[in-house]
């Protein structure tokens, strides 16, 4: 109910403000009849009409997790937006082992698992990428590397 | 005859060792792939396609490769519906049904080779029927002007957005947010940017590989953090597999009536191979009627949705090759390879490329007999393989998902565009929108702006001119009914429960 509101709400000021900045584009011309502002509008219209149903028979509540698992994805957003950052300066093999260990923590709570997860995906990986497919990666910093 | 030289020269193609060996590891990723709970064609195939191209493979090989993965976890996918009572994609779902019962009873081998074989009949028939019946529909899409091609994607939309979710606002907005997302970044014919808030790394759009790998495969990871793989049962053991020939003659009729209706249902824009084994099923449960025992663990009810399945993805490749579009998240998928590939799918493909499409028609027919031979005689093999536990499955899925989209784009934006997509994956899953029809709508807007655009500059900026040829008219049609129907036969359609243990 209460997800669905306020979802559909916000799409409908996405979808305004979406309307609003097609507004700005050029009109067509006799090449180009519509130009690049009329299909925006469009779909821009669209997605007001389809939010503003949802907002307006919503479904039932969906079954939001506690507290404490949200806050369990929020850590794991934050450990792939990490290992993104790092995967380059620090080389394939420290991050990924890291991300993979955390995640695999995460979904199954048994540390030995996910240690040997972490180090075996990561060094199992490195060894399929770069050697069996020839991708290029790098294994530690580059700066280690010379 | 056409269809023999064309086939002549398909196999001349795929019966070269380097393709043979892509089909046959192809078929082998695709069976784990569609055996693993969590994995299935659609995310299976879309964290292969930045792998893929980064290994600088042609056209005719790449495809080759992932189509094999596509029908392999087709294949693959019934294995832990008998085994675990939990269907390794939605398409085998209904497999559950009868596999899971005939396992108890101790027929888990047979129930194996019996689904195995309707797996290869569907399949088989499909790929048949797909190489007689899409070149004609090449050549009526020679008929189609951008007048057409506009109603065409509107009537993908609909009918998906129709069958994909129980609330039709839900599917038309998850479509409107993929086209949304598809108009940003450069505009082509005019040179504006859109849309992208001032942000250089948006003015090249949003990669749908991107997106692709986001909503199917890091959302993934999410859930099953959510849910810390609660859902992984302990299955039935597996005997001694013999092959239960008696059976196997008892089901012909019913895997050659279930691949000819899966093949049609594949056909059917937004319907797909979850619709062909759900109406297969349903179809031989009727014939059986009440002494038939549907749903007990009868060979019947493994055979039916299995041939029904495999045939419906044979044919939802029909639109997807002929007129470029998708059917289904798979072939959505799949149009996605040959988007990267720089292939326009079409009637010129048909024309230009005879060696792309009747060299992939060729695979398909060799990767069906390696697809028997591996999941009846070698099916032990993929049965150890579903003990990985979640644990270390979906962190594996998450690291090949970052190093494929990594070596393909090289940019820090698009991985964590990847994992904001992960995330939307997973709240709209919650929320309960298809995400489905968001690929689509990033596949499919700049070429529905295009026609558009072409059409109206062709009219000279009259509207009515979309609904003027008797062909659009027929698709506009079909587009209301398609989204209009679902709504008042929802409560006929409704699917039946997963046995409960």
Redesign the interface.
Same mark, same amino acid.
């Given at each position: 109910m209460k997800t669905d509101r306020i979802f559909g709400v916000v799409v409908i000021l996405v979808a305004l403000a979406f309307i609003a900045s097609a507004m700005n584009l050029p009109a067509g011309n006799i090449f180009d009849k519509l130009g690049p502002k009329a299909f925006p509008i469009i779909v821009g219209a669209g997605l007001a009409i389809s939010a503003f149903f949802v907002a307006f028979r919503p479904d039932p509540e969906p079954g939001w997790p506690d507290i404490k698992t949200i806050l369990a994805l929020v850590l794991a957003t934050v450990v792939l937006i990490a290992y993104a950052y790092t995967l380059k300066p620090l080389g394939f093999l420290l991050p990924t082992a890291i991300a993979a260990g955390v995640l695999s923590f995460q979904i199954s709570p048994k540390p030995t698992t996910a240690v040997l997860t972490g180090i075996g995906l990561s060094v199992g990986l490195f060894v399929i990428f770069k050697y069996g497919l020839g991708l290029s990666l790098f294994a530690l910093p580059r700066s280690l590397m010379g | 005859m056409d269809i023999f030289s064309n086939l002549a020269l398909g196999f001349g193609i795929a019966l070269s060792p380097f393709t043979l060996m892509l089909a046959v590891i192809g078929c082998f990723l695709g069976t784990i792939i569609g055996a693993l709970p969590g994995l299935g064609p659609s995310n299976g195939v879309a964290i292969l396609i930045p792998?893929t191209f980064?290994?600088g493979l042609d056209a005719t090989a790449a495809l080759v490769l992932l189509t094999s993965v596509y029908y392999g976890a087709m294949y693959g996918g019934r294995i832990s519906s008998i085994l675990l009572n939990i269907p390794g994609d939605e398409p085998a779902m209904m497999t559950t049904l009868d596999g899971y019962p005939m396992a108890k009873n101790g027929r888990a081998g047979d129930a194996l080779v019996i689904s195995g074989v309707a797996s290869f009949v569907g399949a088989l028939l499909a790929t048949i029927a797909l190489a007689l019946v899409a070149p004609y529909l090449a050549r009526i899409a020679y008929k189609f002007g951008p007048a057409e091609y506009f109603a065409l994607y509107a009537l993908a939309f609909a009918t998906l957005g129709g069958m994909a979710s129980?609330?039709q606002?839900?599917s038309?907005?998850a479509a409107?947010?993929g +086209?949304?997302i598809a +108009?940003i970044g450069l505009?082509n014919?005019?040179g504006?940017t859109?849309?992208t808030g001032g942000n250089l790394h948006l003015a090249d759009g949003v990669d749908f590989l991107v997106a692709i790998v986001g909503l199917f495969a890091?959302s993934e990871?999410?859930y099953?953090?959510?849910t810390?793989?609660k859902d992984t049962a302990v299955g039935v053991k597996l005997g001694k597999v013999t092959i239960p020939w008696k059976d196997l003659w008892d089901t012909k009729w019913t895997m050659i009536r279930s691949s000819i209706v899966g093949f049609i249902a594949g056909i059917l824009p937004g319907a797909g191979a979850s619709l062909g084994s759900f109406m297969t099923y349903m179809m031989e449960k009727g014939i059986a009627g009440e002494k038939g025992g549907f749903g007990t663990g009868v060979p019947k009810g493994v055979a039916a949705p299995e041939a029904g399945n495999n045939a419906a993805a044979g044919g939802a490749l029909v639109p997807m090759l002929t007129l470029g579009v998708p059917g289904s998240g798979t072939t959505a998928v799949l149009l996605a390879v040959l988007m990267t590939l720089n292939i326009t799918p079409g009637p010129t493909l048909f024309r230009d490329r005879p060696d792309v499409i009747w060299g992939l028609i060729a695979s398909l027919l060799i990767a069906n007999f390696v697809l028997l031979l591996m999941n009846v005689p070698m099916v032990k093999i993929f049965v150890r393989i579903l003990m990985v536990?979640?644990?270390?499955l +979906?962190?594996?899925v998450?690291?090949?998902s970052?190093?494929g989209i990594?070596?393909l784009s090289g940019s820090?934006f698009d +991985?964590?565009l990847m994992?904001a997509f992960?995330?939307m994956g997973?709240a709209f899953r919650?929320?309960?929108i298809p995400t489905v029809p968001v690929i689509l709508g990033i596949l499919l807007g700049y070429q529905?702006?295009n026609n558009?655009?072409h059409a109206?500059?062709l009219s000279?900026?009259e509207w009515t001119y979309l609904f003027s040829s008797p062909i659009a008219a027929v698709l506009w049609v079909a587009a209301v009914l398609g989204f209009v129907a679902p709504m008042f036969l929802r409560k006929v359609l409704k699917k039946p429960q997963m046995v409960e243990d």
């Open positions: - | 792998i980064s290994m129980n609330n606002a839900k038309a907005l409107f947010i +086209l949304a +108009l505009d014919n005019s504006f859109r849309f890091v990871v999410f099953f953090i959510e810390h793989g536990p979640p644990a270390v +979906l962190p594996g998450t690291m090949i970052f190093v990594y070596s820090y +991985l964590v994992i992960g995330v997973w919650k929320m309960d529905m702006e558009l655009r109206m500059t000279g900026g």
